[in-house]
């Protein structure tokens, strides 16, 4: 396995959730590694980022400031704390890693991505 999630669950609005990914080897995690969600019928959106050797986060603006990814580089791991969730935050969330571009404006785009997890489910819902 290359990069495997952990974490989703079903919550209700206004909880808090902690996603994890661990990836095998450092080959899987390139420059950065970024988390992604997918809702029904909707495309993959970037969620955050994390620049692997800076540490700088980055963030869609619709989860700034209730998200926050951060790093363990000796565990090859990378969180995501999801706080005040919403029912808009129902998706599949996806780890990336193998990040290519040598720069970080392209953090949110998918396909710099070499690695995908399999996904994890987050569902907010009273």
């Known amino acids: 396995v290359q990069l495997q999630a952990s974490g989703g669950g079903a919550v209700q609005p206004g909880d808090s959730l902690t996603l994890s990914c661990t990836a095998s080897?450092?080959?899987?995690?390139?420059?950065?590694m970024g988390w992604f969600r997918q809702a029904p019928g909707k495309d993959r959106e970037f969620v955050a980022g994390?620049?692997?050797?800076?540490?700088?986060?980055y963030y869609a603006r619709t989860v700034k400031g209730r998200f926050t990814i951060s790093s363990d580089n000796a565990k090859n791991a990378v969180l995501l704390q999801m706080d005040s969730l919403k029912p808009e935050d129902t998706a599949v969330y996806y780890c990336?890693?193998?990040?290519?571009?040598?720069?970080?404006?392209?953090?949110?785009?998918?396909?710099?991505?070499?690695?995908w997890g399999q996904g994890t489910q987050v569902t907010v819902s009273s």
């Open positions: 990336a890693g193998g990040y290519k571009a040598g720069f970080y404006q392209r953090i949110s785009v998918a396909d710099e991505y070499l690695y």
């Open positions: 080897e450092r080959t899987f995690i390139g420059y950065a």
């Open positions: 994390i620049g692997w050797s800076t540490g700088n986060p």
